[in-house]
């Protein structure tokens, strides 16, 4: 028979959750305190029923929460659908709680063998993500456009521009569909 809760127990029943909540590993804290990144709506009850119910974890009476505002950012905003550029907004911020721990907990230490984890695989393959990134980035076409297709494309520009070819728009990719052209 399960122990009951040594608090009153909130009526928020969780059996699989739709939030998530980061554990954090904090050096500055003592072993008996507990960080955790959680969302916005999330209230110090809801944290203190989700350990006990989820992990079976006492809390202590000290639960401290605050939210830490994002920087302000210029060119994103939150709605891609609508992109307004040179526009300011500041993006939504994050909750952080700390909770006390009615027994320490002590983080296992760091592995030393990384062969489970396929090391030299994800070097490789974050490595290869990285060029293909320079490849395709903002920066592309200033670094991989080699001397011969530059002579290529100042030569169809000249053509363009004395007539010999048509310029063609590009419909097959979708461009001007929406107006009806």
């Given at each position: 028979m399960a122990a009951h809760a040594p608090f009153k127990v909130g009526m928020k029943e969780i059996y699989l959750p739709t939030f998530k909540l980061v554990f954090k590993r904090t050096k500055h804290l003592p072993a008996n305190y507990a960080s955790f990144i959680v969302p916005l709506w999330f209230s110090k009850l809801d944290l203190r029923d989700y350990l006990y119910h989820g992990y079976n974890v006492r809390v202590g009476p000290v639960i401290r929460s605050y939210v830490e505002q994002g920087r302000i950012r210029q060119g994103q905003v939150p709605e891609p659908s609508r992109p307004q550029y040179k526009r300011w907004h500041r993006p939504r911020g994050t909750k952080h709680m700390t909770?006390?721990?009615?027994?320490?907990?002590?983080?296992?230490?760091?592995?030393?063998?990384?062969?489970?984890?396929?090391?030299?695989?994800?070097?490789?393959?974050?490595?290869?993500?990285?060029?293909?990134?320079?490849?395709?980035?903002?920066?592309?076409?200033?670094?991989?456009?080699?001397?011969?297709?530059?002579?290529?494309?100042?030569?169809?520009?000249?053509?363009?521009?004395?007539?010999?070819?048509?310029?063609?728009?590009?419909?097959?990719?979708?461009?001007?569909?929406?107006?009806?052209?």
């Open positions: 909770v006390e721990l009615e027994r320490p907990f002590a983080w296992p230490e760091r592995p030393t063998d990384l062969t489970p984890w396929n090391k030299e695989e994800t070097t490789m393959a974050s490595e290869e993500q990285q060029a293909y990134g320079e490849k395709v980035g903002p920066q592309a076409d200033q670094k991989g456009v080699g001397d011969d297709r530059r002579v290529a494309m100042r030569e169809q520009a000249k053509a363009l521009l004395e007539g010999k070819e048509k310029w063609k728009p590009g419909l097959s990719r979708g461009v001007g569909m929406a107006f009806g052209r």
